[in-house]
């Protein structure tokens, strides 16, 4: 049975696109589900907002979450979630700006 478990989770990208076992879908879930912070609850959210950030996804995410992520109010995601998150909205406020 091929599929099985990362199907479900979103790991099958279709033929020869594969990119590990977890699908950006899915990624983007756990990293845009701010509202807890159960230590295993940030921890998932780490690893998927870096991730995300490795694969170039983060212009997918939704700009609440990237706020989040950006002014981090209670210092738990660490400087270079911080940084990364406040770069891709400057990307988007440019573009906004510029009209692109």
Known sequence: MRGGFA?????????GKRHGMLGVEFLLSVAEDTEWADENDVT???LSFNELARRGELCRMESESLKEYAVDQESIYGKGIQCAAMKELAKRTERVLVGV
């Open 7 to 15: 199907k479900d989770i979103g790991g099958l990208q279709g033929p």
């Open 44 to 46: 998932m959210r780490k």
